[in-house]
């Protein structure tokens, strides 16, 4: 038997055990997807509306989000503290912000009760800063979620961007680009001007 149909045959067999699998831990937590389809949509909405109470009551009291600037908050407490600082205290960064987020694959259940589960999906985010225009970022977020009696809650949430690629990168060489044409411009005029007045010595 060749190689090419040993690998297609043992890729067959592999397909054959998964799939099963897969197929009844869909059909044994399904409410459980639905719990957390909830979640997503009740964060996204909170963000949105700036309703930072309403983002928290998705979160266990503990729970842990590293923010896109690497920020860390740990608790309800010190969630509250980052969005103030960003968004509503006086020195804030931000008047606002909003997300379109979307579900990646399915969410991974965990542990012998398969009440730990792992997600993950796409974020398109507007951002309105105080000292500039609105600008756009394509991010990536990645949750845990565990279950307590009946009711799912986010214990970590993990939020991410392209920090080589994204819109403020472009815009950023698009600025060296023109500050660096303009340095040549202002170095070529001074010198053509200097170079005149030293003649206009010399002729003197």
Not at 18 to 36: F, I
Not at 136 to 159: C, M, Q
Request: proline share 3%.
């Amino acid at each position: 038997m060749s190689t090419t149909l040993r690998l297609l045959r043992s890729l067959t067999l592999a397909a054959l055990l998964w799939s099963p699998t897969m197929t009844a831990q869909n059909e044994l937590h399904q409410e459980d997807r639905q719990a957390l389809l909830k979640i997503l949509n009740e964060v996204e909405k909170a963000i949105n509306a700036q309703d930072i109470d309403g983002l928290v009551a998705q979160m266990r009291p503990d729970c842990t989000v590293t923010w896109w600037n690497a920020e860390i908050s740990r608790g309800h407490d010190e969630i509250r503290a980052y969005y103030r600082k960003m968004v509503k205290d006086p020195g804030r960064y931000i008047t606002r912000y909003t997300t379109q987020a979307k579900l990646g694959d399915h969410a991974r259940f965990l542990g012998p009760a398969g009440d730990v589960a792992v997600a993950d999906g796409s974020m398109e985010d507007e951002f309105f800063p105080v000292i500039r225009g609105p600008f756009r970022l394509n991010s990536r977020w990645s949750t845990t979620a565990a279950k307590s009696g009946d009711e799912w809650k986010i214990v970590s949430l993990h939020l991410s961007s392209n920090v080589f690629t994204n819109q403020l990168i472009t815009e950023l060489t698009q600025a060296l680009w023109y500050a660096g044409g303009a340095g040549l411009v202002i170095g070529g005029l001074a010198g053509w001007f200097l170079g005149r007045r030293r003649r206009q010595r010399l002729n003197a």
